[in-house]
């Protein structure tokens, strides 16, 4: 029960009245034959340009695994996917700005050494089935070594999702307790539709081995990985769902690994009391801050909670296609009158959910999910909803939801390098790494 509280204590500390929006977005960094860049090229970049960035840099186990400009972080994800993680702006221009500047520093200096940043939910070399993913390396972190370890016996496709996944992440406020509650809740019954809707996909008829389906072929990924901190939240729709039901499940389930004091161990089968008791490191705030945030980063259901609700459904996509989804989330979620026309559109539906995952999994658009209606019509439905309510300067984001094939524009994301980022370019271009 003590470290109930101190799970507890920390989640509710999000609360907050603000409508902010996050991004975090993972790219796969290829060349032209869809090869992946070494783990040390990446990371050589990532020192250089956080040092002319004036960023503060990210060490695993000795090795430069990111780097922290404040705005935005950079980090490293297992098989040297690039993510980068913007903080949470109520401007979805700003969170626009700053990926943009983002690619201005990078894409010229990857562009340099035969590389580009390449946005799929899969990579396109795993998918077209000319590469199996366990061909693709981990980077030297011990988190990833561990994760794959146990990985191997959870489900089918751990190395798939490691190696060769990639996705875009929203995080929304919420004020409350129960507005939390409610939230988790819609996203839940709407994520079929989310789904579809940012999937990003190389080849029309691709699949996933041994699975049925040539849609969502990431979320096909995610359903056979592990029961016990993947898919969606169980107990969600329990009327004592809440941060305590939370706090209780990830308590209770195998930890894999523990990074605590600067030092990452295995876990394996044991939970978190098991191995230490939060409650005991109390002298210690900033420890038992770290293990807690530890243990939430250790569940990836589609609806992740943390201090924000992290939308986890969408497939990595162009930025301005995130920006649109940025969008739709936010007139659906932060307006009062569009919540409530979800609940009165989703009622009864939660028992839907999965079938609803299934069919879309087929059939895609065309599947008949809630109502007896179409996900291409529920997703009409939802972006008429959000361009009701926000403002005409991110109303005009909605347009890229249905626009395009949603692949990368040639030429990657380059506009005009802002904040001083020039010379930055220029000194970095000039000491490529060759």
């Known amino acids: 029960m003590q470290d109930r509280a101190v799970v507890t204590k920390y989640i509710r500390a999000g609360e907050t009245d603000r409508q902010r929006v996050g991004l975090e977005l993972e790219h796969f960094v290829l060349n032209e034959m869809d090869e992946g860049i070494e783990f040390d090229v990446l990371s050589d970049l990532i020192r250089r340009i956080a040092e002319k960035l004036g960023a503060e840099l990210v060490y695993a186990e000795g090795h430069v695994v990111g780097y922290d400009a404040g705005d935005h972080t950079i980090s490293v994800e297992p098989a040297c996917q690039l993510e980068v993680s913007i903080a949470p702006f109520e401007s979805l221009a700003k969170v626009e700005e700053i990926y943009q500047g983002f690619r201005s520093v990078w894409d010229p200096v990857l562009g340099s050494i035969g590389y580009t940043l390449v946005t799929r939910g899969l990579h ?206 936010k007139g659906l979620f932060y307006y009062e009158e569009n919540l409530k026309q979800l609940e009165k559109l989703l009622s009864g539906h939660l028992i839907d959910v999965e079938e609803a995952v299934f069919r879309t999994e087929i059939q895609g658009e065309e599947a008949v999910i809630y109502a007896g209606k179409r996900v291409r019509a529920w997703i009409k439905d939802m972006i008429r909803l959000a361009e009701t309510v926000l403002p005409e300067d991110e109303k005009v984001y909605l347009k890229e939801l249905q626009a395009g094939d949603g692949k990368e524009p040639k030429g990657g994301a380059r506009k005009a390098l802002p904040d001083g980022r020039k010379e930055v370019l220029t000194d970095l271009k000039e000491r490529s790494v060759g």
């Open 124 to 329: 396109p070399g795993v998918e077209a089935g000319r590469i199996h993913p366990t061909e693709l390396p981990l980077i030297p972190k011990n988190r990833y070594y561990f994760m794959d370890r146990y990985f191997r016996t959870s489900g089918r496709y751990g190395s798939y999702m490691m190696r060769a996944s990639a996705s875009t992440q929203i995080s929304l406020d919420y004020a409350s307790e129960e507005d939390m509650v409610r939230k988790l809740r819609l996203l839940t019954i709407l994520s079929p539709v989310l789904m579809q809707l940012m999937e990003n996909k190389s080849y029309p008829d691709s699949r996933v081995a041994e699975r049925k389906g040539k849609h969502l072929l990431r979320t096909q990924i995610w359903e056979d990985l592990d029961p016990d901190r993947t898919g969606f939240f169980p107990g969600a729709f329990q009327g004592k769902f809440g941060y305590d039901a939370y706090a209780d499940l990830l308590l209770s389930r195998p930890l894999v690994v523990l990074t605590d004091a600067g030092e990452t161990t295995w876990a394996g089968e044991k939970k978190l009391p098991e191995i230490l008791r939060l409650s005991e490191l109390s002298e210690e705030p900033e420890r038992q801050k770290a293990v807690v945030e530890h243990l939430l980063s250790m569940f990836f259901h589609h609806i992740r909670l943390k201090r924000y609700l992290e939308v986890r459904v969408a497939d990595s996509v162009p930025i301005r296609k995130a920006l649109g989804y940025a969008a739709l989330l």
